[in-house]
Protein backbone atom coordinates (compact mmCIF):
# COMPACT_ATOMS: atom_id res chain seq x y z
CA UNK A 1 0.00 0.00 0.00
CA UNK A 2 1.35 3.28 -0.80
CA UNK A 3 0.64 6.59 0.66
CA UNK A 4 1.94 10.19 0.32
CA UNK A 5 1.45 12.95 3.18
CA UNK A 6 1.91 16.36 2.60
CA UNK A 7 2.53 18.80 5.03
CA UNK A 8 3.86 22.22 5.85
CA UNK A 9 1.02 24.19 4.65
CA UNK A 10 -0.29 27.37 6.06
CA UNK A 11 -0.62 31.21 5.49
CA UNK A 12 2.43 33.46 4.66
CA UNK A 13 3.34 36.54 3.40
CA UNK A 14 4.15 37.72 0.38
CA UNK A 15 8.75 37.17 -0.18
CA UNK A 16 8.47 34.80 2.50
CA UNK A 17 9.52 30.99 2.11
CA UNK A 18 8.09 27.45 3.47
CA UNK A 19 9.14 24.21 3.05
CA UNK A 20 6.78 21.63 2.11
CA UNK A 21 7.35 17.81 2.67
CA UNK A 22 5.85 14.90 1.58
CA UNK A 23 6.32 11.61 3.42
CA UNK A 24 6.32 8.17 1.19
CA UNK A 25 4.64 4.74 2.94
CA UNK A 26 5.80 2.04 0.35
CA UNK A 27 8.12 1.84 -2.25
CA UNK A 28 5.39 3.05 -5.46
CA UNK A 29 7.31 1.14 -8.05
CA UNK A 30 10.53 -0.04 -8.42
CA UNK A 31 12.10 3.17 -10.69
CA UNK A 32 9.81 5.87 -10.02
CA UNK A 33 9.58 9.71 -10.02
CA UNK A 34 8.26 12.49 -7.48
CA UNK A 35 6.41 15.32 -9.00
CA UNK A 36 4.93 18.54 -6.86
CA UNK A 37 1.47 19.77 -8.36
CA UNK A 38 -0.82 22.68 -7.60
CA UNK A 39 -4.22 23.66 -8.04
CA UNK A 40 -6.16 26.53 -7.34
CA UNK A 41 -9.52 27.77 -6.54
CA UNK A 42 -10.53 27.73 -10.62
CA UNK A 43 -7.51 26.79 -12.13
CA UNK A 44 -6.71 23.41 -13.47
CA UNK A 45 -3.72 21.51 -11.90
CA UNK A 46 -0.08 22.45 -12.58
CA UNK A 47 2.86 21.01 -12.33
CA UNK A 48 5.34 22.53 -10.16
CA UNK A 49 8.75 19.60 -9.79
CA UNK A 50 9.75 16.50 -10.04
CA UNK A 51 12.64 14.52 -8.92
CA UNK A 52 13.70 10.98 -10.28
CA UNK A 53 14.12 9.06 -7.15
CA UNK A 54 17.16 6.99 -8.34
CA UNK A 55 19.33 9.90 -10.35
CA UNK A 56 18.41 12.78 -8.75
CA UNK A 57 17.72 14.88 -12.09
CA UNK A 58 14.71 17.30 -11.04
CA UNK A 59 12.66 19.65 -13.42
CA UNK A 60 10.59 23.07 -12.60
CA UNK A 61 8.08 24.93 -14.14
CA UNK A 62 9.21 28.15 -15.32
CA UNK A 63 6.96 29.73 -13.11
CA UNK A 64 8.74 28.61 -9.77
CA UNK A 65 12.46 28.45 -11.63
CA UNK A 66 14.62 30.06 -9.51
CA UNK A 67 12.76 30.02 -6.27
CA UNK A 68 11.36 26.62 -5.90
CA UNK A 69 13.96 23.84 -5.34
CA UNK A 70 13.15 19.98 -4.74
CA UNK A 71 14.63 17.40 -2.95
CA UNK A 72 14.92 14.38 -1.54
CA UNK A 73 14.74 13.41 2.06
CA UNK A 74 16.07 9.53 2.62
CA UNK A 75 16.15 10.15 6.24
CA UNK A 76 12.41 10.21 6.22
CA UNK A 77 11.42 8.77 2.89
CA UNK A 78 10.17 11.62 1.46
CA UNK A 79 10.64 14.76 -0.63
CA UNK A 80 10.70 18.07 0.09
CA UNK A 81 9.72 21.02 -1.82
CA UNK A 82 11.37 24.64 -0.52
CA UNK A 83 9.75 27.52 -1.59
CA UNK A 84 11.51 31.09 -1.43
CA UNK A 85 10.19 34.24 -2.93
CA UNK A 86 6.11 33.45 -2.47
CA UNK A 87 4.01 35.24 -4.35
CA UNK A 88 0.17 35.65 -4.03
CA UNK A 89 0.09 33.36 -7.05
CA UNK A 90 1.57 30.87 -5.56
CA UNK A 91 -1.59 30.56 -3.44
CA UNK A 92 -3.14 26.64 -4.11
CA UNK A 93 -3.76 23.33 -2.52
CA UNK A 94 -0.40 21.65 -2.97
CA UNK A 95 0.11 17.86 -3.96
CA UNK A 96 2.79 15.38 -3.85
CA UNK A 97 2.60 12.76 -6.39
CA UNK A 98 4.48 9.63 -7.98
CA UNK A 99 4.94 8.17 -11.09
CA UNK A 100 7.01 4.97 -12.91
CA UNK A 101 10.12 6.49 -14.37
CA UNK A 102 12.96 4.68 -15.42
CA UNK A 103 14.51 7.43 -17.26
CA UNK A 104 16.89 10.48 -16.37
CA UNK A 105 14.06 12.64 -16.57
CA UNK A 106 10.81 13.12 -14.63
CA UNK A 107 7.64 13.56 -16.11
CA UNK A 108 6.01 16.18 -15.91
CA UNK A 109 2.06 15.45 -16.97
CA UNK A 110 0.06 14.65 -13.98
CA UNK A 111 -1.55 11.33 -16.41
CA UNK A 112 2.08 10.05 -15.58
CA UNK A 113 1.31 10.25 -11.81
CA UNK A 114 -0.48 7.31 -10.27
CA UNK A 115 0.16 8.28 -6.60
CA UNK A 116 -1.36 11.45 -5.06
CA UNK A 117 -1.66 12.86 -1.55
CA UNK A 118 -4.31 14.60 -0.06
CA UNK A 119 -2.50 18.32 -0.50
CA UNK A 120 -1.43 20.84 1.84
CA UNK A 121 -2.74 24.30 1.49
CA UNK A 122 -0.42 27.36 0.94
CA UNK A 123 -1.88 30.72 1.07
CA UNK A 124 0.54 33.68 0.32
CA UNK A 125 -1.13 37.12 1.51
CA UNK A 126 -0.09 40.37 -0.01
Known amino acids: QVKLVESGGRLVQAGGSLRLSCTISGRPFINYAMGWFRQAPGKEREFIAAITWNIGSTRFADAVKGRFTISKDNVENGVNLQMNSLKPEDTAVYYC???????????????????WGQGTQVTVSS
Open 97 to 115: AAAYSDGPIAPISATYYRY
